[in-house]
């Protein structure tokens, strides 16, 4: 708080610009890698084994295309927030507006609910708290230090707990090795590793198969069969990449971690660091989630739904308490405690870059539409406001979380973002590297996405996702469409929308395009921005309130010298980062321009640019053959 700049947009949203590449990976990784993942990760490799440690090798590949080809347009365009580099590429408002609301649907009912409630749940089952209580303990931890710090706080925290969170986990996972006869011991017993629970109540009560207890044939295959596949293979490389697309390359909270480094080269850097940590989820959570099952059945891999209520407080199944389980269960006192810090770390980083990213999204591109001549100050009250607002809406949705994907959290994560993020990762995609793509184009592939989306989402929380006793009663050509092959089928349809209708009406002319599509980043011709009108006039009101900020401060000065000094306010502002003194203009234009200039640079040193990409290809390679070996 004391060495960072928080009482200016820039500072408190953006770091200042100021980072370099570790920091940036481990908040890349940390930003992603949430309890969420500890719990969900766990949970569905103990429910259905390997395959879901395809999600986290998939993101290797996906956070180079960030690094490589949409950070270097993001920073020659001078963005802040990823509806704002639309609202320049296409000009108008609606787009910007749409993906900005959007955006903070996706992150209140897919990141933040999720993270409160697998948090919540370790709390639970390691102290036995009320879940509500967990939460509210948590929350309070986390909205403090991220309302008070801002990004660099943030991201500086990040990196801490980057190393606690891997330590920990590395902990728990030879523990965990132990204490099923190592990795041979893990491949040997997984496959009997079935509840003695399932015959002690009436079989005939409920329809209990062998199929609903007993681990699938495929558990050790990363690549699954394209139709009886509960993971389908095609819907794994290709559905799994369209969604990490929408995440890593156009989603606020990883994409304002990259345009907080010092320049590209930090960029690149930091999503390799990103990359090769991003290789050990599935030794630390997938197959211990697996160990889990095999150790404790009964609870595991439960099948009674008054077994379960009774175990995890769900009917649906208990996967999700593999992590904890083992944790409350296997680790010996003051390693556990460790275990808990690992839990709380991985929880709070992960909400706190959602609040402070939310944040960004809704004042900048919400609130300043609302109220065009809001000055800094009532921009940053605002921004931590909003933070509150989000906390209490998605603890709320707690309960349909719990339930939902038949208990499987991570499952429940891909899904809602199947049915929503394509068409945003497919304007993006093209809006970067088609310069013929145009505003209406973009609008109506997002809106056809949207309601084709939505056709899919509703009837499935109507009907449920159902379980192995309890199938859904959702129509079957709605809802058997597994939700990865339905993100493959959303995003070619809002692509060809897109492209359909840029192609039938006026393209945007070159002049507002340069610096803002892939293949013109390198341009040195003006650009006109397509909001160039709104921006002029919102510096034009920043200075009216610098004048009136600078003549009342004048009028205080001499009419209530008392109230200025008041040591309680200044305390309070100094906390928020909230400056009430007029700024003073001692920035000339040249200066200005030349530290714009140095903000959207894309240079690169040529040795260090060698080094990132050499690291590049051998990422690759050791991604391509873990691929390989487990496929």
């Given at each position: ?130 879940i ?11 909205a ?48 009997y ?17 062998e199929?609903?207890?007993?681990p ?33 390359c ?36 997938v ?55 690992v ?44 933070i ?49 793509v145009?505003?209406?184009g ?21 009907f ?5 006793i ?25 692509s060809?929308?897109v492209?359909l ?11 507002h ?33 610098v ?47 030349a ?24 990422m ?12």
């Open positions: 708080m004391c060495r960072t700049n928080r009482g200016t947009v820039g500072g408190y949203f953006l770091a200042g610009r100021n980072m370099v590449w570790w920091p940036v990976g481990a908040s890349l990784f940390a930003s992603n890698i949430g309890s969420g993942h500890f719990v969900g990760l766990a949970g569905t490799g103990a429910a259905s084994g390997l395959a879901v440690g395809g999600f986290e090798w998939n993101a290797l590949f996906v956070v180079l295309l960030l690094g490589w080809l949409f950070v270097p347009v993001y920073l020659t365009a001078g963005v802040i927030t990823m509806p704002q580099y639309l609202k320049k590429r296409f000009g108008g408002n609606r787009i910007r507006l749409y993906l900005s609301v959007l955006s903070l649907f996706l992150y209140i009912f897919t990141k933040i609910s999720v993270d409160m409630f697998s948090g919540a749940v370790f709390i639970q089952q390691a102290l036995g708290w009320n509500y209580v967990a939460v509210l303990a948590l929350l309070g931890i986390t403090l230090y991220t309302v008070t710090g801002g990004l660099a706080a943030l991201m500086y925290t990040d990196t801490v707990q980057t190393f606690v969170i891997i330590a920990g986990a590395f902990v728990l996972m030879g523990f965990a090795f132990h204490e099923v006869g190592g990795y041979e011991g893990l491949f040997e017993k997984y496959m590793a079935k509840t003695n629970m399932t015959l002690s109540r009436n079989p005939e009560l409920y329809n209990i198969t199929n609903c207890y007993t699938r044939p495929d558990s050790y295959n990363l690549l699954r069969d394209p139709l009886s596949g509960d993971l389908p293979w095609p819907g794994l490389i290709f559905g799994i990449t369209i969604i990490s697309l929408w995440f890593w156009s989603d606020q909270v990883i994409v304002q971690r990259c345009l907080a480094a010092k320049n590209l080269t930090h960029v690149k850097a930091g999503c390799i660091l990103c990359g090769y940590i991003k290789l050990l989820p599935m030794f630390l959570m197959m211990p989630g697996m160990i889990s099952r095999i150790l404790y059945p009964d609870e595991v891999g439960c099948v009674i739904p008054e077994e379960c209520k009774r175990i995890c407080g769900t009917e649906v199944g208990c996967s999700n308490i593999a992590y904890p389980k083992l944790v409350v269960s296997l680790m010996p006192i003051g390693v556990r405690g460790l275990m808990l810090a839990m709380l770390a991985a929880l709070m980083s992960s909400l706190a870059s959602i609040f402070n990213s939310s944040s960004t999204l809704f004042t900048m591109d919400i609130w300043t539409k609302l109220r065009p001549k809001a000055g800094t100050k009532e921009l940053m009250i605002v921004g931590r406001v909003w509150l607002f989000i906390v209490a809406l998605s603890i709320a949705w707690i309960p349909v979380v719990q339930a939902a994907q038949g208990g499987q959290l991570f499952d429940y994560i891909q899904a809602i973002t199947s049915f929503l993020a394509p068409p945003i990762a497919a304007v993006f995609l093209l809006a970067i590297f088609v310069q013929r145009n505003e209406p973009a609008f109506w592939g997002l809106m056809i996405g949207l309601a084709m989306g939505l056709v899919r989402m509703i009837p499935e929380f109507v449920g996702t159902g379980s192995c309890f199938p859904s009663k959702c129509p079957a050509i709605i809802c058997k469409v597994h939700y990865l092959y339905f993100a493959i089928i959303l995003f070619f349809a809002s060809t929308v492209l209708v840029s192609y039938g009406t006026s393209p945007i002319d070159k002049k395009l340069h610096r803002l599509v892939f293949s013109l980043r390198y341009s040195q011709e003006e650009r006109v921005d397509l909001d160039a009108e709104e921006e002029e006039a919102r510096k034009t009101a920043q200075q009216q309130e004048m009136e900020n600078g003549t009342l401060e004048m009028q205080t000065e001499a009419g209530d010298e008392r109230k200025k000094k008041n040591p309680l306010r200044l305390c309070f502002e100094w906390f928020c980062g909230i400056s009430n003194e007029p700024a003073k203009d001692t920035v000339t234009e040249e200066e200005n321009a530290a714009q200039e140095n903000l959207t640079d894309i240079s690169e040193d040529p040795i260090w640019r060698k080094v990132v990409n050499i690291n590049a290809i051998i690759m390679c050791v991604a391509i053959f873990l691929w390989a070996y487990f496929a």
